[in-house]
């Protein structure tokens, strides 16, 4: 059986979607198209690549996500280093570090540009903060003067991952058709960030396409949503920089706590994250596990409930002629 999947973003907690993953596998579930934004992206676009939810689980389990933040030298500066840092880059680390590690997962199974891939398999979501739009990857690059066959797979993803003031955002110039008349240098760039901010579960992404073909040619299309309550566990602000972090971290797992609407339930599979943070790059093995298991079990439940005909029913009901919002967001 084949389904659309779309992955929402988590940061760590990305461990619970292989968990899933493996339990779709179980019940014969085929990946046709996968989407996904933030560590969605990561997850979307290794299945993309052709990597199975065993592999997955072994990636994520013996990867120390706490590599990925690499300190600077302006780290060293006593007090004013980070805010520093922040100032000058944007960002508190870089994402070269994740970028690279995704590269080198991806040339593993011979891919490295959306090229690789077949066409409409792979989509992510990114943030354009500079003109305030949602970018769908690879094909809204070529907004930017960018083939979207030659975008690297890996810099997409850490265009959907750069989560603000955590990580440094990706800069593009602008073309010259986007540039005005009098615009500074500094006006010239513009800066892409975490998808989360604008769509951090893009349900939406296949339903356009969907709504326009024959059932018997409908794939359909399922999400893997995290949800749970967050650690009680108080955030320590002591400064302009702690609290930028802290109001970021807690709009984004806000997203956990989202109430699905009643239209959307019926392709949600809702995954417990079971306390972990997105930001917990130190989480252990332990923990990791425990929240592989939750996505296994979940999606293992779905599925013993799901057939495809229940699905096109609710789908013509709830999507196609149900008046649900089939475009992406503005």
Known sequence: MYVNGVFEGGGVKAIALAGAIK????HGVKFRQVAGTSSGAIVASLLAAGYTADELKKIIMETPFSDFLVQSWLHQLPVIGPAARILIKK????GQRLEQWMADKLAAKGVRTFADLPKGKLKIIASDISQGKLLVLPDDIAQYGIDPKQLLVAKAVRMSTSIPYFFDPVVLRKTA???KKGDSFADQFIYIVDGGLLSNFPLWIYDEENSKIPEKDQIPTLGFHLVGKQS???RRIIGPLSMFQALFATMMEAHDERYI???NRFRTIKIPTLGVRLTDFDIKPEKSLELFNAGYAA????FQKWSHQKYIQSFNQHIRNGGGNTNRPA
């Open 23 to 26: 339990a779709a596998e179980e």
């Open 91 to 94: 960002g508190l680390y870089s």
């Open 299 to 302: 999606a293992k439940s779905y």
């Open 177 to 179: 058709k986007q540039r």
């Open 232 to 234: 009680n566990a108080p």
């Open 261 to 263: 609407e009643e239209k």
